[in-house]
């Protein structure tokens, strides 16, 4: 197990790692975004993409990147795994999280949306944890949230089957054909500040609203995570 060289400020973590393995999506092509990298965006004296490693790091059992290897997360990640079928999205990459990872459970994150909260990850976890689900996720401002959620590991399968076999390779639709839970908005707004946690940084108008309201806010929002 790789630890980090240093701690994680961005994180009031209990200081013990959960047995999940938590995975960075960072395959897009970021088209709305000019195709830049978006995972090396600058968030203070850090990147986006290492801001998230750096709180799954502390709150996951093992990380992973799939997508794309990139040299930022060699300090930090169990593994990097490449996207084997290019252009299928979200699912390509959890399809590799499944193959690859250790524990039963699996915490899957976009690149842009780094601002994850370690309380909402727990509560999600000790959802997944005690009930019979395949997949559990939030619920914010009526849309189920398919990032920072949990997928169990042994849906390899039926994952490789519903790839092979569907035309609309939809991460929500994947979702619907298997048991789920959905942690409701009114749970996860008391948890974290859920219009940051889902925040998802596609254009530079987004990026700039994101670094404002993590400012504005306080990130790391230490009182609540």
């Not at 600058?42 to 040299?71: D, Q």
């Amino acid at each position: 197990m790789k630890k980090p060289c240093s701690g994680n400020e961005t994180d009031q973590g209990s200081g013990e790692r959960h047995h999940f393995t938590a995975a960075i999506l960072n395959g897009g092509k970021a088209m709305r975004y000019g195709g830049a990298d978006k995972q090396s965006l600058r968030f203070g004296n850090t990147t986006i993409g290492m801001l998230l490693a750096f709180t799954l790091r502390e709150e996951a059992e093992e990380l992973l990147i799939v997508g794309r290897p990139h040299p930022m997360y060699d300090a930090f990640a169990d593994g990097q795994h490449e996207d084997i079928v290019k252009g299928r999205g979200p699912l390509e990459g959890l399809y590799l999280a499944m193959r690859h990872a250790s524990q039963p459970w699996i915490l899957l994150c976009a690149v842009d949306m780094p601002f994850v909260s370690p309380l909402l990850i727990r509560r999600l976890f000790e959802v997944a944890t005690f009930g019979n689900h395949e997949v559990v996720l939030s619920e914010f401002n009526g849309v189920h949230e398919p990032f920072s959620a949990f997928y169990r590991r042994d849906l390899v399968d039926a994952l490789a089957v519903y790839l092979e076999s569907q035309s609309s390779l939809s991460l929500w639709n994947f979702i619907q054909t298997r048991r789920f839970a959905v942690l409701p908005s009114s749970e996860v707004t008391a948890l974290c500040d859920a219009e940051l946690v889902f925040q998802n940084i596609n254009d530079p108008n987004s990026y700039a609203h994101a670094l404002e309201a993590a400012k504005k806010r306080g990130f790391p929002f230490k009182a609540r995570i």
